[in-house]
């Protein structure tokens, strides 16, 4: 009976994975955000504009490892609940941006939504991912796929409610206007989904707990490997893992995909915005005209945030059988591939298309790369380990939209019709801008790591450190519950 009880309060820990999964996934979705804050203050460059999206990745990368080592003490519901009141915090405190002036305006938002509202993201992230883990041992594979699998797919959900938010219309998903919204600007659409992603959070973390120790699925039996690793398969602590040139090479072809994939996913949105734009005929270009273009965009953040999260699985199902390293190049020159041909897919169904696969690849990166670090360097130092290999991610969060805004060659301006604060047709001007040398650059890069990962080599270990972690294995597992079933 016991066992039963426990076996059915496990989905309802997937339950609360999911939940607060897709709403921290909602991180994707800066892009739409940029253009409406571009017309709000127009002394602001591109770079600064990015700088926000930049800085929420970084720093939700580096609370991971904090997060991680706290919601080991203190447990996941907790933690999860601490963070999505700091993230709903942070975006509630965001927007009073448009209080300020230019200057003190970009430092209010960077310190708002990227660093309080990052610190939120990675403290609640690692919490469903630690707790699914423990919870399904006889399908782990599967369940951290959904897990992280939902926070790709976020943006599919948040990224056409946002746009609706700021700029008044129906609440659309693939063409399909399911329901109006008013308009709110884009300073209160931050503190409407600050209070949706407070509440989802915290809501969902009251679903995370731990198993109790020694817990088996029923019918399930551990591997014999996990009565003692054997001394090939021993764990590295993260020193050790530090000292391994396998960390660096693995560390660096992760940055590439990760700058390569948030280059694109982070600024979706204002690139169709600039294909769609150049091409007007009708200038200034009308509202009717230009709120559909914002919906297109919006459409293609939420369709790549579906193949954010299909990518997580797909790609993790293909490495079990094609192997990691063969299907960590396929991604690579899949996604070069894409970025070199992608300033010419100007249609919008051929954009779509381009964005997608991009972000299929993105998504195959954070699944394969856990994966790998735990094939590498054993499971037993996994959180920490992998919350240092993830540094790659935050760190292409910060290099791949400066590397799209940096590059920009703007070209002219067009000015375009937009309501105001108070329902009003207010002229403002678009910034138009070439991204092929930033594609360029981001597919070189794919390239470049594509080779890199024929190197990838198992790190070796001495035969007296074999022997020593052998060891410490068998004495832990000894020291460790015996798995019951009742």
């Avoid at 959070?201 to 054997?230: F, K």
């Avoid at 954010?308 to 797909?314: D, E, K, M, V, Y």
């Avoid at 010419?344 to 690849?361: D, F, Q």
Wanted: proline share 6%.
């Amino acid at each position: 009976m016991v066992t039963r009880q426990y076996h059915e309060q496990r989905w309802g820990v997937v339950a609360g994975a999911l939940i607060i999964q897709a709403s921290l996934g909602a991180v994707y979705i800066w892009s739409v955000f940029q253009t409406p804050l571009l017309a709000q203050f127009p002394g602001w460059s591109e770079t600064q504009a990015t700088l926000p999206a930049q800085l929420v990745i970084a720093i939700f990368a580096f609370a991971v490892i904090l997060g991680g080592r706290i919601q080991d003490r203190l447990g996941p519901r907790l933690v999860g609940s601490v963070g999505g009141l700091i993230l709903g915090l942070g975006l509630i405190l965001a927007g009073f941006t448009g209080d300020f002036a230019e200057g003190p305006a970009l430092a209010w938002l960077v310190g708002t939504y990227a660093v309080i509202g990052g610190l939120g993201i990675g403290m609640a992230y690692v919490c469903p991912v630690a707790t699914c883990v423990k919870w399904f041992p006889d399908k782990r594979g599967l369940i951290t796929g959904l897990a992280v699998a939902g926070f790709g797919a976020g943006a599919f959900f948040f990224a056409p409610l946002a746009r609706a938010l700021i700029g008044g219309g129906d609440y659309e998903l693939f063409g399909l206007a399911l329901f109006p919204l008013p308009q709110v600007g884009v300073f209160d659409t931050f503190m409407v989904l600050g209070v949706i992603f407070l509440v989802a959070v915290v809501l969902g973390a009251q679903l995370l707990r731990n198993p109790p120790p020694g817990y088996c699925p029923p019918g399930w039996t551990p591997p014999a490997a996990a009565a003692g690793q054997a001394p090939g398969r021993a764990d590295f602590t993260p020193a050790e893992m530090l000292r391994t040139p396998t960390f660096w090479l693995l560390w660096v072809t992760y940055l590439a995909g990760s700058t390569a994939g948030l280059m694109v996913i982070m600024k979706a949105a204002p690139i169709w915005e600039a294909f769609s734009l150049s091409a007007a005929v009708e200038v200034p270009v009308s509202h009717k005209r230009f709120a559909s273009i914002a919906s297109a965009a919006a459409m293609a953040v939420a369709v790549l945030a579906l193949f954010n999260a299909a990518g997580r699985i797909l790609w993790g199902r293909v490495s079990d059988s094609l192997g990691r390293k063969q299907t960590l190049i396929l991604m690579f020159v899949l996604c070069a591939l894409v970025l070199f041909t992608l300033d010419w897919m100007r249609p919008y169904p051929l954009y779509l298309l381009g964005v997608s696969l991009v972000a299929l690849c993105f998504g195959g990166y954070l699944a394969l790369y856990p994966a790998i670090a735990a094939d590498y360097y054993g499971t037993r130092h996994i959180g920490v380990n992998y919350g240092l290999l993830f540094t790659a991610y935050g760190s292409g969060g910060l290099l791949g939209p400066f590397l799209a805004a940096v590059l920009l060659e703007t070209t002219e301006g067009v000015e375009y019709q937009a309501l105001d604060a108070s329902g009003a047709l207010a002229t403002r001007v678009f910034q138009l801008g070439d991204y092929d040398i930033a594609f360029l650059a981001a597919g070189l890069l794919c390239l470049a790591a594509a080779v890199l990962t024929l190197a990838l080599r198992a790190p070796r270990r001495s035969d007296a450190r074999q022997a020593r972690q052998a060891a410490a294995s068998t004495e832990a597992t000894a020291a460790l519950p015996v798995c019951r079933q009742s």
